[in-house]
C-alpha cells in the first residue's frame, strides 16, 4: 500500500535525490484541500451547499455555492505553506500574493477549483484541476505577472482530481502520470495506477455538438466524418472537463472545445484548464492543440485567457487536425 504523499517522496527521492522536501510539502497541501473539497461535494445536498450565491466571477459565470467553498479551502491549505508565492484561481480577477519570492516561496500555483459548476446540483462528476510553475530566475518579484504568464512545458507540476464514484487524483511532474483513489475508510489517497499509458487511439469523441453550426468548417468536416459507416466512431460528452479528460486518458479518444462564433478564443482556459491536463496527456502519450499550436508552447498574454482545446489519444487529435486547419 503507498499512498499520495508516500509515492512523491519515494519519487523525489528517486529522481532529485538533492530536493529539500519543499515541492512535496506543497502537494501535501494541495492533497489536503481536495480531501476537504470531496467531502463538501459529498454532503452538500445536506449542508445546504447545492445552488448559487447570486454572484458572477470574472469570467462572467454564475458562482456557485461550492465554487466559492472550494476555493476558500485551496486557499486556506495552501495560504500558509511557505514555499508558495502566489495562487492564481480561476474564481478571482486578481492572483493572491501570498508573499514575496524569496529562496523558499518559490511556487506559483494556478487552479480551478471546481470545474464542471454547472454539474455540481445535479450530482454529475466535477474536479479540480491544478497547475504549478516556479518563479522565473533573474525577474524582479514585483513583476508578478511576468511570473505568472509562462508556457505549458514550464510546469513542474500538474494534477486533477475528479469526484465521482470514487474520488481519484492523478498527477505528473514530467515522470508520467499516477493515479490514486481516496480510501474513505482511512482518508488516504492510495495508488492505484502507476505510469499511466493513454491508448494511442480510440474511435470515441467528446464534443458539445449543440454548437456545431457555429464551429469553424473544419470542425464540422471531421464530425461528419465520425458518423460516416467508416469511421464508426461513439460520442461522449459530460460537460464536466475534469470528467470527459479522465475518461479520455483511460480509455482513450479525443476531446475538443473548439472556437464558436459566441466564442472566437473557444471556452477553455489555458492557465487553469488547457495547460494541465496537455501535461498530463503529453506524459501519458497523448497529445493537446489548440489547432495551431502544441498547447504547452502556447505563451499567455493574459491571466483568464482562453483558448480552443483539442486533448486526447495522439491519433485522434492528428485526425481533427487534418480536417481542421485554422489559418
Ligand atoms: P467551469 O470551469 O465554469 O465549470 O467551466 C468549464 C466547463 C468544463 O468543465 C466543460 O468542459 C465545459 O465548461 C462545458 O461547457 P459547455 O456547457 O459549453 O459544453
Ligand atoms: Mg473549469
Not at 10 to 39: C, M, N, Y
Not at 120 to 130: A, E, K, M, R, Y
Not at 184 to 197: C, D, H, K, W
Not at 225 to 234: C, P
Request: proline residues 4%; contains cysteine; glycine residues 8%.
Amino acid at each position: 500500500m503507498q499512498t499520495v504523499q508516500q509515492h512523491i517522496i519515494e519519487r523525489q527521492r528517486q529522481e532529485h535525490p538533492e530536493a529539500s522536501g519543499e515541492f512535496s510539502w506543497l502537494l501535501s497541501g494541495i492533497i489536503l484541500a481536495t480531501k476537504v473539497i470531496a467531502d463538501q461535494v459529498r454532503t452538500a445536498g445536506l449542508n445546504n451547499l447545492l445552488g448559487d450565491t447570486g454572484q458572477v466571477n470574472v469570467q462572467g459565470e454564475v458562482v456557485q455555492k461550492l465554487d466559492d467553498l472550494a476555493n476558500e479551502t485551496i486557499l486556506a491549505c495552501l495560504g500558509f505553506r511557505d514555499t508558495v508565492g502566489i495562487m492564481v484561481s480561476e474564481e478571482d480577477d486578481e492572483p493572491h500574493i501570498i508573499k514575496e519570492f524569496d529562496g523558499r516561496a518559490k511556487y506559483i500555483v494556478l487552479f480551478d477549483p471546481l470545474d464542471g459548476s454547472s454539474n455540481i446540483d445535479v450530482n454529475v462528476s466535477i474536479g479540480t484541476i491544478f497547475s504549478i510553475l516556479q518563479n522565473r530566475e533573474g525577474v524582479d518579484s514585483s513583476k508578478v505577472m511576468d511570473h505568472i504568464l509562462q508556457p505549458g512545458y514550464r510546469q513542474v507540476a500538474a494534477g486533477y482530481v475528479i469526484y465521482s464514484s470514487s474520488t481519484v487524483m492523478a498527477y505528473t511532474t514530467g515522470d508520467g502520470v499516477h493515479m490514486f483513489t481516496l480510501d474513505p475508510t482511512i482518508g488516504a489517497f492510495r495508488l492505484s495506477q502507476e505510469a499511466i499509458t493513454m491508448p494511442a487511439q480510440r474511435k470515441m469523441y467528446s464534443v458539445n455538438e449543440a454548437y456545431r453550426s457555429q464551429f469553424p468548417q473544419g470542425v464540422q468536416d471531421y464530425l461528419d466524418w465520425t458518423k460516416t459507416d467508416e469511421a464508426g466512431y461513439s460520442l461522449r460528452y459530460i460537460g464536466s472537463l475534469v470528467a470527459d479528460f479522465h475518461r479520455t486518458l483511460l480509455r482513450g479518444g479525443v476531446f475538443l472545445y473548439p472556437p464558436t462564433k459566441k466564442a472566437p478564443e473557444g471556452k477553455l482556459r489555458l492557465l487553469y484548464e488547457a495547460n494541465p491536463l496537455a501535461f498530463i496527456a503529453e506524459q501519458a502519450g497523448g497529445a493537446a492543440t489548440d489547432g495551431r499550436q502544441r498547447i504547452l508552447d502556447k505563451v499567455p498574454t493574459a491571466l483568464h485567457e482562453r483558448t480552443p482545446l483539442i486533448v486526447g489519444s495522439k491519433e485522434e487529435v492528428e485526425r481533427v487536425a487534418s480536417f481542421w486547419k485554422p489559418e
